[in-house]
C-alpha cells in the first residue's frame, strides 16, 4: 500500500521568506509524485511532478520540489513567498510498480503568508 | 487548457433519493477519469478508475452499487449517488488524464461538487 504523510497541517511564513512545505511518501517500488495547490472553492491545480532524473523539480508559479530517495522525501520550496501562495497544498504519489491508477494523498497542508 | 468542470456544483437532496454529477474535460479527450471523496479538513480519498466504454474499478470499501460511474465518451464521466443518506455527504472531485497519458501524467482536477443530504 502507498501513503503519503504532510506533517503539517499549517506552515506560516512572512512574505518574501523562504518557504517549505513538507511530505514524505512510501511505497513499494518506485513512485511517481507530484504537488497540487487547492484555491477556496475551486479544484486543484498542477504545480509539479518527480518522474524520473534530475531530483530537484521546477514547477509553477516558482515552486521546485527535491526528491530525496533516502529520506523518501518531495519537499516543496519557494525561495521567496507571495501573499497570493496563500493555499491548501497537497503531496501525492503513485506507485511506479502499479496498483490503484489513481493518486495517494496527503492530508494537506495551509499555507498562509503573511504580509 | 486541460479544463474539466463539474455539474452541479453544490446540490442539497432528501435522503433516500439518487444524485447524479457530471464530470466533463472541456478542452481534451480523457481515456480515464478518477472519482475522489474529500471529507472536512482530510485528504482526497480515491474512490473509483474510470475508462471510457469499460466498467470502472472501484477501491477497497467502496461500494459499486452505491455510486455508479458511467464513462460513456471521451469527455463525460457521471457518478451517481443512489439512495443518498446523511453519511454520503462529502465533496465530490473528479479529475481527468488525457487520452494515451501514462500514469506518470498529471492529472487535471475539476472544482467539485459539494453534495448535502439531508
Known amino acids: 500500500a502507498q501513503s503519503v504523510a504532510q506533517p503539517e497541517d499549517q506552515v506560516n511564513v512572512a512574505e518574501g521568506n523562504p518557504l517549505t512545505v513538507k511530505c514524505t511518501y512510501s511505497v513499494s517500488g518506485n513512485p511517481y509524485l507530484f504537488w497540487y495547490v487547492q484555491y477556496p472553492n475551486r479544484g486543484l491545480q498542477f504545480l509539479l511532478k518527480y518522474i524520473t532524473g534530475d531530483n530537484l523539480v521546477k514547477g509553477s508559479y516558482g515552486f521546485e520540489a527535491e526528491f530525496n530517495k533516502s529520506q523518501t522525501s518531495f519537499h516543496l520550496k519557494k525561495p521567496s513567498a507571495l501573499v497570493s501562495d496563500s493555499a491548501l497544498y497537497f503531496c501525492a504519489v503513485r506507485d511506479r510498480g502499479g496498483g490503484a491508477d489513481g493518486l495517494t494523498f496527503g492530508k494537506g497542508t495551509h499555507l498562509i503568508i503573511q504580509p | 487548457g486541460a479544463v474539466v468542470s463539474q455539474h452541479p456544483s453544490r446540490v442539497i437532496c432528501k435522503s433516500g433519493t439518487s444524485v447524479k454529477i457530471e464530470c466533463r474535460s472541456l478542452d481534451f479527450q480523457a481515456t480515464t477519469m478518477f472519482w475522489y471523496r474529500q471529507f472536512p479538513k482530510q485528504s482526497l480519498m480515491l474512490m473509483a478508475t474510470?475508462?471510457?466504454?469499460?466498467?470502472?474499478?472501484?477501491e477497497q470499501g467502496v461500494e459499486k452499487d452505491k455510486f455508479l460511474i458511467n464513462h460513456a465518451s471521451l469527455t463525460l464521466s457521471t457518478l451517481t449517488v443512489t439512495s443518498a443518506h446523511p453519511e454520503d455527504s462529502s465533496f465530490y472531485i473528479c479529475s481527468a488524464r488525457t487520452s494515451g497519458g501514462s500514469s506518470y501524467n498529471e492529472q487535471f482536477f475539476g472544482p467539485g461538487t459539494r453534495l448535502t443530504v439531508l
Open positions: 474510470s475508462n471510457e466504454g469499460s466498467k470502472a474499478t472501484y
